[in-house]
């Protein structure tokens, strides 16, 4: 039926593990397969490979060594630095302040919390999806005890002032969190320079093994363990590590954080090349998110009269691979709370597209991916009564 | 885990045995803790001229063993005394964090044989630092 | 310097994981990456993958594949049955019963748990390490929430009456967890029969990879969630799902019990042969642990007058990867918490070593460990205190 070959730009979602990446894994599995807490010299090999990938970790965002502490992904990291801030300084306060357009492994932790007897407030963001510093400033009052706020937005790819952010909460003594799940790869990160406390990260998002992920959590800063058990990552996270999983998170941050601007030009570069077609040879079509602060490769547009999950239908069958922040593709049938917060109306959040180029995109891509974009929402379009409507209330029919 | 220095001290300790007719015995240490040390010195002209111990313990503290007893042959009692379990320590080439009080023993069964050996011989024993303690951290786990 | 052969005895920390296995994940890392969670063909490859690894979990403990979550790990399915199952039913009570010898991811999620205000039974064990049942029954009150005894000990081997225990609190309506990491692939399991609600298991004991387990939940029972954030796992456990790793764990388990009799029958001679020279052969020595009622591969033998660090260290110089439950090795200087509560003096705990063996071990590796062993506790005594003073006091000096 569908055309084999596949188009991927849905970096955002996942990435395919790169193949030098797996090759670097494999030792880890049946050959080197020594449990880190062990004695014995396979043992040692084990530990020796986990401390040389949490060296890669730290230095690809400015961190020390022993501030990095290996995870099951972003959203364990996010869970973590959550709840572990918040029950560590219970004492201290019970107000957080987020954001409006978190990834869920952010809402929801917040939504537990708040059962637990945190207030929580949600910084709004404006129409691009920005955090107003100032907001900020007003939000925090003496019970204030963290702040999280996500360094660039899974949907939007929108990009907050996060050296700001860190500096107003260092200033006031109020631990940072920032989920950079999407970040790693895109833009350079320096936790220092950028007053970050805590920091999520995913290898899955950079071309990295999904599963595993790292929450930095900076010298000095104490945050409840929440996974009790065994005393590995230094008595602060429990269970045998994913040996294979950590070599491939240090292999792979390595390689992403290297090159950056050359690699993210080229994403750039594509992705404007797209991006300004579809906005000009596309009618009735719009940009989400911000025009400059924005992931190299995140295009998010919304389609007047049609909704998103047919969109991607008809794209997967010309073997394109996509998303939406349509309510009809989350299973909730609620569109996503990033486009309802940047101001959308429901109905234009449904027709949006989310397109994230990767390395492997090719100018061909681009042309493909246009053609088929433009015939598929011209069809959409010409079976959708929204469409017709407007058509009919037009002062002439083009 | 171990240095280099540590796994030769180990795997090949020295002055390993016991002196039947020791001029000083001791003996520190508890079986609970995992640890006992016992050193037995032959004290000639205020030299010791050997020196020999038995361990029950992990791999730092028959190496800290082995080492101390090689820091203080031929020494003086008054040098020997003055060895401490940082220098022990530095000449394994380091010691894991928690393993530190193993060296610590070494340090304290000197005390005790060169004081065991001065109260047999009717002098003032020399004034001894506390006892030796494992400190109990929370648990941690194997695996 | 030390031999290069490893002759690998330690299978209760962890397993190489199998070849075969590691060949059924290689696709899913670079080849059929897509995340589960999205719409186009790519990443409905990756939810069938899953669901057909569940299926296989659910068939090798006779529970219905809607009852698997996958995990991290056994220390995420312990921290999540506990916590869950504690917070869901704290209206109905805050009593929590479990054994005096759980892994450390139950007891040390218990002692956070009674932080939060539970209380806490630990039930004794025998000298074998056996629960009694009645012990059980006694305990329960109108406030008992939750039962967790584990099915088999990792460092004794002890296998506990499961169903009875289940059936116990099947008739008080309590909820029963057990974690089942140290049993797969060693003991038939049926959670319909042993009655059995919330299952713990970890795929990096039987031969798949590090960094991926399940909880199994039987129906009906309602626990809450403890990693938020987005939909996957049917709601039930957020984070991308880590699809190399689930598809190594849904191989792993279905080789694990096929062929169960025949394997543990290989293993369990094996043991004995070892076990029983050891006993004999070497004075002063005793085993740790039930004779019958124990895990196939286990040996658990303590040493008198010897210390198990160094015991480890010499026979790692010898090759022979092993385990101890001696203080000194733990990094906390508290001797084995299992070896205390069936009795065991701390000096006597000290010398124990842990013996597991796999399905790689052959008739020479028990020979060559044996000889080794031998020498090693030999060499040892010969220079312990201890020793010294025993053959000193014996009536003759053989
Ligand atoms: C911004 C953001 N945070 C957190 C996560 C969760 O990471 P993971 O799926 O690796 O748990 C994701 C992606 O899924 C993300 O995009
Ligand atoms: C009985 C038992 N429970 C739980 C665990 C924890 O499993 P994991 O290390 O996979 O988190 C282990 C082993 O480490 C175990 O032996
Ligand atoms: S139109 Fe079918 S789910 Fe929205
Ligand atoms: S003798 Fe116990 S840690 Fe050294």
Chains 1, 3 share one sequence.
């Not at chain 1, 295009?299 to 998303?323: K, R």
């Not at chain 1, 429901?346 to 100018?363: I, K, M, P, Q, Y």
Request: proline share 4%.
């Amino acid at each position: 039926m569908a055309s084999q070959k596949t188009i991927y730009m849905d970096h955002s979602a996942t990435t395919a593990t790169d193949p030098a990446v797996v090759e670097a894994m494999l030792p880890w599995y049946s050959i080197n397969y020594g449990n880190p807490s062990s004695l014995y010299r396979l043992a040692r090999e084990s530990r020796t490979a986990i401390e040389e990938a949490r060296e890669k970790v730290a230095k690809a965002i400015g961190a020390k060594q022993d501030e990095i502490f290996f995870t099951s992904g972003g959203t364990e990291s996010d869970n973590w630095a959550l709840k572990g801030a918040a029950l560590a300084l219970r004492k201290k306060g019970n107000h957080i302040i987020t954001s409006a357009i978190e990834h869920h492994a952010i809402t929801h932790t917040c939504d537990y919390l708040k059962k637990q007897g945190f207030e929580i407030t949600y910084l709004p963001v404006d129409e691009f999806g920005q955090v107003r510093v100032d907001d900020l400033k007003s939000a925090i009052t003496d019970k204030t005890i963290l702040v999280s706020v996500m360094f660039a937005n899974n949907e939007i790819g929108t990009i907050q002032p996060i050296p700001e952010i860190g500096a107003a909460c260092r200033e006031r003594g109020i631990l940072f969190h920032t989920d950079a799940v999407q970040v790693i790869g895109n833009l350079p990160i320096n936790v220092e320079s950028m007053n970050i406390d805590l920091l999520s990260l995913s290898a899955h998002k950079f071309y990295g093994p999904k599963g595993i992920g790292a929450l930095y959590i900076r010298k000095g800063v104490r945050i409840d363990n929440y996974l009790h058990g065994g005393g590995q990552e230094h008595r602060k996270r429990a269970g045998t590590e994913n040996v294979p999983g950590i070599v491939g998170l240090g292999v792979a941050i390595e390689k992403a954080v290297s090159n950056l601007e050359v690699k993210t030009l080229q994403i750039r570069t594509l992705r404007d090349a797209l991006l300004d077609r579809i906005l000009h040879e596309i009618p009735n079509t719009r940009l989400n998110g911000h025009r400059t602060m924005r992931l190299p490769g995140n295009i998010n547009v919304s389609f007047d009269f049609i909704e998103g999950e047919s969109l991607l239908l008809l794209l997967d069958h010309s073997g394109i691979a996509a998303s939406t922040g349509s309510a009809c593709s989350s299973g909730s049938l609620e569109p996503s709370h990033v486009l309802l917060a940047i101001g959308l109306p429901a109905e234009v959040a449904h027709g949006s597209l989310r397109l994230t180029l990767g390395l492997e995109n090719t100018n061909e891509d681009i042309s493909y991916a246009f053609d088929e974009i433009k015939k598929a929402v011209e069809r959409l379009r010409a079976m959708s009564p929204l469409y017709a409507d407007y058509l009919k209330k037009r002062p002439c029919n083009v | 885990m171990y240095s280099e220095k540590v796994m030769d001290h180990f795997m090949n300790p020295r002055n390993q045995g016991e002196i039947t007719d020791a001029d000083g015995v001791g003996e520190v240490g508890n079986p609970t803790c995992g640890d006992i040390m016992r050193i037995f010195l032959t004290v000639k002209d205020n030299i010791i001229t050997d020196v020999k111990f038995q361990t029950f313990g992990c791999g730092a503290a028959v190496a800290s063993s082995s080492m101390a007893t090689e820091l203080i042959k031929g020494k003086t009692l008054e040098e020997a005394w003055d060895v401490s379990n940082k220098a022990v320590a530095e000449a394994l080439e380091g010691l894991p964090p928690i393993k530190m009080h193993c060296s610590v023993l070494a340090e304290e069964g000197i005390h005790k044989a060169i004081n065991d050996y001065r109260v047999k011989n009717g002098l003032e024993p020399w004034e001894e630092k506390e006892g030796h303690t494992h400190s109990h951290d929370e648990l941690t786990c194997e695996e």
